[in-house]
């Protein structure tokens, strides 16, 4: 695997997706060290010379009206600032969140307008090549000033304190070097707040939450449409020409691959027709001569007339035969009608809008993964230090409700699917609940639908935007915050809650189309999948197999679940 090269201007969501979960290398280019030098000498300047720096010479936040003029006090300010910081609650960061973490806060560093150390910046890259992980509780931080709290938690191991998780096991932050035969750093002067000031922690959230939203939203339509195939549903809500008349981009997106995934498939746009002369053929048996004399005008049925057959199903005391044959001809009948409901053929619609809701965050990720967000910043050519707010998480706090949204939406259409497909009366004459014995002894599939339902109801109240509240921190000084973070960890909650809702719809779609399947080889319609659908179907088939009747479905949902990334 090639290693994520860093110089502080082109890091991209590929690439911590790549440090995260498949724990590749980072290196530094070379160059890149000439301006973190640079900032450094500038800074060690100010310092030596009394300047007013404000979190170098001076307290912070309400503080920084306290000036720290003596060179080592202002030394052990940075080092204090980490440690009073460090106060971090609630549930530990997974892992790949941490590495995500440590590359962005890496990447911001190597900017060149921070004012740390070469062996700084080189320590931290150790960290992540060398699996040190700093244990950051995931609740303290209100987005601005940035994520102080769990930034504090992450740097906090490159001084020796605090914990890290090394080969499964939590240590000390000092023994967690020593066991990589590491030395713990001397902050200097500026390096403290530059370590903990700034958006990464909301940063990492939002880049690996819309790395998972795009592939789960991509991995639920191939479930959707093998649900549409199931349904039989309508060709005419994907045709190309009618999403071209809106001129929404990510809609016409969505109902290109649509009809990529269900391409090759007969049972997409299944016409009433051909369901019903493949009855009269199978009826044929069971015609008196008059019968047959009666017919001989109906040589080509049409969907209008497909009520003509009733009186010729096999007789009602041939009750196995006759309700199946009965259950095809009212779906045929079914087909008649030229719509289907908006679950269906508003798909593109709706999963096109939290498509383009998803690539407006992913733009704000992007842009945020290599922006210079502590404070102050130098710089240097200018022989300046200035102190602003680009440590203010607004911009990605906006932007991670908005995802959140996106992803509530799909999880809202998806649970409409799998409640359509168990509904007797609107899955279009397959067995209720899909349960393949209708004896009344099984229930089928009727509970997954309200787990799909109870996950839908959680990410409603989620969904809630946490950029809407603010509470004012520091005595007023930090008066606005973002919330930011919380909007982060919500996003990936609710990401997880739509990876089971999807879950839960392909254990559905997989057993209505094999339903639909037995149903229609009573007239010896053999069904075709798309290229796409077949290819989920078959792997669902390994994975779960045709509930002939009641089990313990629980086992069936983790066994999707835990091959989610093979799907």
Not at 363 to 379: C, H, K, M, Q, T
Not at 531 to 556: A, M, N, S, Y
Request: include cysteine; proline fraction near 3%; hydrophobic fraction near 40%.
């Amino acid at each position: 695997m090639k290693s994520v090269i860093l110089n502080g201007n082109q890091l991209d969501i590929q690439s911590v997706v790549q440090i995260a979960f498949n724990e590749a290398k980072v290196e530094i280019q070379p160059k890149t060290y000439q301006n973190i030098e640079k900032s450094r000498k500038y800074i060690e300047k100010q310092v030596k010379d009394k300047k007013i720096v404000y979190g170098v010479t001076t307290g912070f936040g309400a503080n920084a009206s306290k000036v720290i003029d003596n060179y080592d006090t202002a030394k052990e300010l940075q080092r204090n600032l980490l440690i009073s910081h460090a106060c971090g609650i609630g549930k530990p960061f997974e892992k790949e969140i941490v590495r995500a973490i440590m590359l962005i806060r890496l990447n911001t560093l190597l900017a060149g307008f921070s004012g740390v150390k070469k062996e700084t910046v080189a320590l931290l890259s150790e960290l992540i090549n060398q699996n040190i992980h700093p244990v950051i509780p995931s609740q303290g931080s209100v987005g601005a000033s940035g994520d102080l709290c769990p930034l504090a938690h992450m740097a906090i191991v490159l001084i020796g304190e605090g914990y890290a998780e090394v080969d499964g096991v939590i240590l000390s932050g000092k023994e967690a070097l020593k066991k990589r035969k590491l030395k713990p750093i001397t902050l200097e002067h500026k390096e403290g707040i530059a370590l903990l000031n700034g958006t990464s922690v909301m940063a990492a959230l939002g880049a690996l939450g819309v790395y998972q939203a795009k592939e789960l939203l991509y991995k639920s339509l191939k479930a959707s449409c093998m649900m549409f195939e199931a349904l039989g549903a309508r060709k005419q809500a994907f045709d190309e020409r009618l999403h071209k008349a809106r001129k929404h981009e990510h809609q016409e997106k969505i109902a290109t691959w649509v009809r990529d995934f269900t391409k090759g498939s007969n049972l997409m746009g299944i016409e009433s027709g051909e369901l019903a002369e493949k009855i009269l053929q199978k009826v044929q048996s069971h015609l008196t001569t008059h019968q047959k004399t009666e017919l001989k005008n109906h040589i080509e049925i049409t969907p209008h007339q497909i009520n003509i057959l009733y009186p010729y199903l096999p007789d009602e005391s041939q009750k196995t035969s006759w309700q199946r044959l009965n259950a095809i001809l009212k779906f045929a009948e079914k087909k008649i009608t030229p719509q289907d409901s908006y679950s269906v053929r508003c798909t593109p619609q709706v999963l096109g809008a939290s498509l383009q809701a998803i690539s407006h965050t992913e733009g704000v990720i992007s842009n945020e993964l290599n922006a210079a967000v502590d404070n102050p910043l130098i710089f240097v050519d200018d022989d300046v230090v200035i102190s602003g707010g680009n440590f203010h998480g607004q911009p990605l706090a906006l932007a991670l409700d908005y995802l959140k949204l996106a992803v509530a939406e799909m999880g809202n259409l998806l649970e409409r699917q799998i409640n359509k497909m168990t509904d007797e009366a609107t899955n279009d004459c397959l067995p209720a609940f899909l349960a393949a014995d209708t004896s009344g002894l099984h229930s089928g599939l009727m509970i997954p639908q309200y787990a799909a339902a109870a996950l839908v109801s959680e990410n409603k109240v989620l969904v809630h935007p946490a950029s809407a509240d603010s509470i004012p921190t520091c005595a007023n000084q930090e008066d606005h915050v973002s919330m930011g973070t919380i909007a982060g960890r919500q996003a990936l909650e609710m990401i997880e809650n739509v990876r089971k809702i999807t879950t839960i719809l392909m254990l559905t779609a997989h057993q209505a189309l094999h339903l639909r399947k037995l149903q229609l080889e009573q007239i010896d319609y053999k069904i075709k999948l798309g290229k796409e659908t077949k290819d989920l179907h078959k792997k669902l088939d390994k994975l779960v197999g045709f509930i002939h009747q009641d089990r313990f479905l629980h086992d069936d949902i983790q066994a999707i679940l835990k091959n989610w990334q093979e799907l």
